[in-house]
């Protein structure tokens, strides 16, 4: 089974002409060429981040980095499971001095989730998957300091997952009736999972997304297959993002040998009931993107690729048309936390100097800015009557809560809260030109 997704493309071109848009950062690993493996970008501050050997790619590392200052200082360790054979999957940071792992077996799987409450001077383990054969340890990401959840492979036929509501003191395994069924030979991959706010989405080897809207609890199947039949193969491979629980993108890759031969871009905006096929403009298969996200709550995207000549970034408003931000840079991974903020790692050129980018102004398409200029959601709080004004045609008009769920859809340009508890929700308009105005509003 293949397993590992992340880059192994070695060496980094320097270039000092994206300045404009991306500030160099020292990642402050002691070892040069340290690539970046997987991020979490928690909020504008607080981002942690875990390594892997660009020069040797079969040389196991067990390394991490944060940053509690939007970047202005990185601090690197050792994350210790206690066995260095040990591969690390993905890493989740909450604070300057909380953090999670997860950790694998190359051959054998199993592998648990490791804490640090130190900053990184210490981890200890706090849950072991145990049955050979079967589990294996694919990812760990927590919401908040207390609730998380951990996703391994079937196991007894069923998805192997667990969740906490203490910070990993106690974990309770989701029950089969709340998992759909695996397909035969269905497994996930290490670090193959997208979260945002309450939701999480992870991808498997036949090609389906797994969903949930309410940290992990339940789970729907999406029929993604019919777009991708594998995420992790090696002549088809693909990539997802969310903006939300209802707009999510998927890159569809084919490769011959290890030349990009095409790729595909597909849309939903009902939450994976249906997609649409998006004719885009401004990349290729020959860019080879590696990583891609949503600006949280936004329509957003921006796109890296680690190829060495080919590579850079890119943005897009949804995926139609993407404008580079540089190019012949290796960017190995990308996550934003707003619209001002975004981070994109890559590799050290020396023991402490550069390994990470960090976002110098506004990451939004001219097409999005215009679009916020032209549409206004009011009135904001309110009582009931929300109205929006757009100079496009609405779609529809959808009211999402805060834990993800669709609590009210309508064609009208205005829609009416009066029946819905107090509290803040999401309202997500649905544009004829294929995008979506994201609004929070307060219902009083």
Known sequence: MKRILFSITALLISSASFAQYWSTQNSGFAAPSRGISGMQVYDANTVWAFAYNGLITTTNVQEFTKTSNGGTTWTSGSINVGNTALKITNISGVSATTAWVGAFDNTAGLGGVWKTSDGGATWTNQHMLTTAGQSWTNYVHFFDANNG???GDPESGEFEIYTTSNGGTTWTRVPGTSIPDPLTDEYGYNGGFYAVAN??????????IYKSTDKGLTWTVLAT???????????IAGDMAWSDANTGIILRKTFSGATPTGLQIHRTTDGGTTWAQVTYTGITAANNISDITYIPGTTILVATSSANTSGGSWKSNNGTTWTAIDTGIQHLTVRCSDVNTCYS???????????MFKSTQVLAT???????????????????????????KIKMISVVDMSGRTVIKTDSGKTDLSSLPKGIYIIKAELNDGTSINEKVIKQ
């Open 345 to 355: 790692g890559g590799f050290n050129t020396s023991a402490t100097v550069g390994g």
């Open 366 to 392: 001219s097409e999005a800015i215009n679009k916020a200029k032209q549409t206004s959601v009011y009135p904001n709080p309110t009582k009931g009557e929300i109205n929006i004004k757009t100079d496009q």
């Open 225 to 235: 297959n019919s777009i991708i039949s594998d995420f992790g193969g090696t002549t």
């Open 199 to 208: 939701n999480i989405f992870f991808y498997t080897g036949k090609g389906r």
């Open 149 to 151: 959840i951990i996703g």
